[in-house]
T-cell receptor
Framework: DTAVSQTPKYLVTQMGNDKSIKCEQNLGHDTMYWYKQDSKKFLKIMFS???????INETVPNRFSPKSPDKAHLNLHINSLELGDSAVYFC??????????????FGPGTRLLVL | AQSVAQPEDQVNVAEGNPLTVKCTYSVSGNPYLFWYVQYPNRGLQFLLKYITGDNLVKGSYGFEAEFNKSQTSFHLKKPSALVSDSALYFCAVRDEGFQKLVFGTGTRLLVSP
């Protein structure tokens, strides 16, 4: 069983469209994250949610809106897609929000290409 | 702010030889350090972490990392490299509030047969 899963794996779309990426974890974790990996493979956190509550929002444009219907799911909706949004988006989860020893477990990534 | 640096974009090593992937860190307070590996077109996989205790941390797939406080380093090592170890390796540090990971820029490891 996949611990952290994302759909879709690949997403090719036109500029200006709205799209969503879904993430689910079956680890029973309280905290979930979205990271963006750019073309240079640089990884940066975008959001974190703890028990459906937004905790971190790292100066991400308003066009990006995360939604957590329950603590096992964290979806990412992107409005008015721009060329610069092309990247790989990773979902991750950890048992709880804080704690130095907490390990984050990552999903396989969603490769978004905006044309 | 917490940060890590990976000074090498790429490391080349022959199969069977030892490998080292370098990471240095900058933190205020105690360092909590992680190594992840990313295989082509895959997600990140956790390898190992240092929280406290022994300076030599053992992890998955035969990897280990040596924590050196005086040199503020956390280098990833493996005694004998495999071609299948070829991947992108990320060092990361837990931020001060323990709420997120801050990643290095990644080091590509290429193990030749």
């Amino acid at each position: 069983d996949t611990a952290v899963s994302q759909t879709p794996k690949y997403l090719v779309t036109q500029m200006g469209n709205d799209k969503s990426i879904k993430c689910e974890q079956n680890l029973g974790h309280d905290t979930m994250y979205w990271y963006k990996q750019d073309s240079k493979k640089f990884l940066k956190i975008m959001f974190s949610y703890n028990n459906k509550e937004l905790i971190i929002n790292e100066t991400v444009p308003n066009r990006f809106s995360p939604k957590s219907p329950d603590k096992a799911h964290l979806n990412l909706h992107i409005n008015s897609l721009e060329l610069g949004d092309s990247a790989v988006y990773f979902c991750a989860s950890s048992p709880v929000l804080s704690g130095a020893h907490q390990t984050q477990y990552f999903g396989p990534g969603t490769r978004l290409l905006v044309l | 702010a917490q940060s890590v640096a990976q000074p090498e974009d790429q490391v080349n090593v022959a199969e069977g030889n030892p490998l080292t992937v370098k990471c240095t860190y900058s933190v205020s307070g105690n360092p909590y350090l992680f190594w992840y590996v990313q295989y082509p077109n895959r997600g990140l996989q956790f390898l190992l972490k240092y929280i406290t205790g022994d300076n030599l941390v053992k992890g998955s797939y035969g990897f280990e990392a040596e924590f050196n406080k005086s040199q503020t380093s956390f280098h990833l090592k493996k005694p004998s490299a495999l071609v299948s170890d070829s991947a992108l390796y990320f060092c990361a540090v837990r931020d001060e509030g323990f709420q997120k990971l801050v990643f290095g820029t990644g080091t590509r490891l290429l193990v030749s047969p």
